[in-house]
């Protein structure tokens, strides 16, 4: 069930992002509501998995998938719209791209991005990158983010908290992306 959720609100993701290009507000409305149901579903997903004992390897992978492709697709048409400029998802898209790939030689080694494994060893590194805490209000700063692009198309009014909210996910992305860089060096050593 819980990889169902995953892959159902990537899915919707898409829906979301292709309304926004029929502009007008209703359309706009329903956007904002289904992205609304895909920021709900991304914490849904992992509680399904606990509740159920539906955790595996595949189920974290799949939701890490999920996750990247949801903030790809907003970030990347954000700009394509022009509500958002190019930077915003070449930062994101290349932030994620490292980090991903310094991850993968993580695991290769038998560590996880997050959890009791995690590959962080410093605490610093360790709360900027896995804790529960940075790892929540990231997703709540992407969230309200999207949410309010979406808005501040409709209501003008709302664009300063929306654009000061996407901008601020883009600098929590970079800043939590650079333990996992710096960290990684061991690995890269390795190999």
């Known amino acids: 069930m819980a990889n169902f959720i ?4 990537t899915l919707l993701a898409f829906v979301a992002v292709g309304l926004l290009f029929i502009r007008t ?18 914490g849904l ?3 399904v998995a606990r509740k ?18 949801v903030e790809n ?5 954000f700009a394509v719209l022009g509500w958002l400029p190019l930077w915003v998802p070449l930062v994101v898209l290349t932030r994620g791209i490292i980090t991903d790939g310094l991850r993968g030689l993580a695991i290769e080694q038998g560590y996880a991005a997050f959890g009791e494994n995690t590959m962080m060893r410093g605490k610093i590194g360790r709360f900027i990158v896995a804790s529960n ?23 003008p009014e709302v664009s300063p908290i929306a654009y000061f ?26 190999n």
Not at 6 to 9: L, T
Not at 25 to 42: K, S
Not at 136 to 151: N, Q, R
């Open 73 to 77: 697709v907003y970030w990347i048409s």
């Open 45 to 47: 997903d992992g509680y």
């Open 6 to 9: 995953s892959i159902f609100r």
């Open 52 to 69: 159920f004992n539906e955790t595996s390897k595949f189920g974290a992978v799949l939701d890490i998938l999920s996750d990247r492709i």
């Open 133 to 155: 805490f940075s790892r929540f209000s990231y997703a709540v700063l992407k969230a309200i983010a999207f949410a309010l692009v979406i808005v501040a198309q409709i209501i």
């Open 25 to 42: 507000d209703g359309i706009y409305w329903t956007a904002f509501v289904f992205t609304v149901l895909v920021i709900w579903m991304d």
């Open 165 to 190: 909210s996407a901008y601020g996910a883009v600098f929590f992305c970079v800043v939590r992306g650079l333990p996992v860089i710096i960290e990684s060096k061991r690995f890269l050593i390795k």
